[in-house]
């Protein structure tokens, strides 16, 4: 099944770009030579549009009435006396060579699959959603990346996102709504907007945006009102198809849908406009970067296109065609002006990663071919992309690549820190890696 998130882990037929890749050894530090064909802009654009409360059949998204919204109203237990605005971003890690041990735990798990949601940095640390315990606590908890010092968490409460001093999220005793609640004693201000357990919540221009993008249930797009909980407006998808991929640039959202239709949703209001693709083949991936919107398809190709117009504005193919969307899982990760694009066949059960830097025309550089690649839990890709920086896992290290020079700009060595190590998050104060056995912080020496 096409598997389309963020996470942890969520990114037309035109002129034909020819790349020629030469792959150096797997692991080696210099850039394949790249050899191209200069891509010619297409600026064909078709769109169509749906106005507020008009129910198109032609349309995936239709707007939910302001009565049936009426039934998700919040309850309020505190009121919220600031505009919250924006959402807040924690620093990059700066550390250089080798990282040394800040702190330890041992840590047990709970059962065989133990409940994971990917960790969270807060600015009063890193809230850990881990079915295990850590030296006798459990691991639903916010821990200081300085000390290690674990604070336990209500265990009803998951975060999501946060300005900074509240925090938007789920709670298991509120099914089917978000809670606002307090970073600093876990207090909670609302309860509303629908939602669930790991659904996006973002922060975007004053407006709290949830995405409902499970299999298992309707998807669904809407904005409310951080400091309320009152939803503003919400979109509804057709029942049996699912939102497969999804970006945000600037004040829209930029949506893929199982069936290859694309659209563009303002997120003020929820207008949307379906785009008519001018590539036949099935979109698998969109992201966005530097007001572009960026679209891999099934036949390889990787093209973005000026979020404005919508008009083509470069290409490039990664080489061949990649088989049926449903054998294949695909993310694609912008960061730094480059993309990270790792691509799994349940096919061939080989996992293919490519480095891809923003210029244009786009270069490519074939990162990995991994067969068989390792399946744990939590996650432990070969590669990804964790708060802006570009992570290798292989040859018993894990560390952060530099993605022009392919690099070490620090590493962590394996040896020590327990079976099946995987990086859990990173930000300014350090790096959390967690084992079958441990869960660690390391720093610079």
């Known amino acids: 099944m096409l598997k389309m998130r963020l996470c942890y882990y969520g990114i037309l037929k035109a002129t034909v770009l020819a790349i020629i890749i030469v792959q150096s050894a797997c692991g080696g530090n210099n850039l394949n030579k790249i050899e191209s064909i200069p891509s010619i802009n297409n600026n064909s654009e078709k769109v169509k549009t749906t106005s507020l409360q008009e129910y198109n059949p032609e349309s995936y998204f239709n707007f939910i009435s302001t009565e049936k919204l009426s039934e998700w109203a919040p309850i309020n237990n505190k009121t919220i006396n600031e505009k919250i605005s924006a959402q807040w971003v924690p620093k990059n890690f700066s550390g250089k060579n080798k990282l040394e041990m800040r702190w330890s735990h041992q840590i047990t798990t709970e059962g065989s699959n133990p409940r994971y949601s990917p960790t969270i940095n807060l600015p009063t640390g890193w809230l850990v959603n881990y079915q295990a315990k850590a030296d006798g606590q459990k691991l639903h908890a916010i821990i200081n990346p300085e000390n290690g010092r674990i604070n336990s968490l209500d265990e009803t409460l998951y975060g999501g996102q946060t300005d900074g001093k509240y925090v938007f999220g789920y709670s298991q005793t509120v099914v089917g709504k978000a809670v606002c609640w307090d970073l600093n004693n876990q207090e909670i201000y609302w309860k509303g907007m629908m939602g669930y357990l790991d659904n996006p919540l973002m922060i975007v221009s004053d407006k709290l945006i949830a995405i409902n993008d499970d299999d298992l249930m309707t998807n669904r797009v809407m904005s409310g009102n951080p400091e309320t909980g009152e939803i503003l407006w919400m979109l509804e998808g057709k029942e049996g198809l ?101 691509i799994k066949s349940y096919k061939t ?28 839990w939590p996650p432990c890709p070969t590669w990804m992309v964790l708060n ?48 079958d056995t441990k869960i660690m912080c390391f720093g610079p020496k």
């Open 242 to 342: 699912n939102i497969s991929s999804w970006t945000i640039q600037d004040n829209k959202l930029w949506a893929v849908i199982e069936n290859g239709e694309l659209y563009e949703i303002n997120l003020e209001d929820g207008h949307h406009k379906k785009i008519v693709l001018p590539h036949e083949s099935q979109p698998l991936r969109i992201a966005s970067s530097n007001n572009c919107i960026w679209i891999f398809y099934s036949d390889g190709y990787l093209i973005s296109y000026h979020a404005d117009s919508f008009s083509t504005k470069s290409e490039v193919r990664i080489g061949r065609e990649f088989g049926e969307p449903e054998s294949l899982e695909v993310d694609l990760d912008s960061f730094d002006n480059h993309f990270l694009l790792s």
């Open 349 to 376: 059960y080989k996992t293919e990663y490519y480095l891809i830097y923003e210029t244009n025309p786009p270069k490519i550089k074939m990162l990995d071919q991994i067969e068989n690649e390792p399946v744990c």
């Open 388 to 435: 802006g920086a570009l992570i290798n896992q292989s040859n018993g290290q894990i560390k952060e690549v530099d993605p022009d020079t392919l690099e070490s700009i620090w590493w962590i060595d394996e040896k020590d820190i327990g079976p099946n190590p995987r990086i859990n998050i990173l930000d300014w104060r350090g790096v959390c890696i967690i084992s």
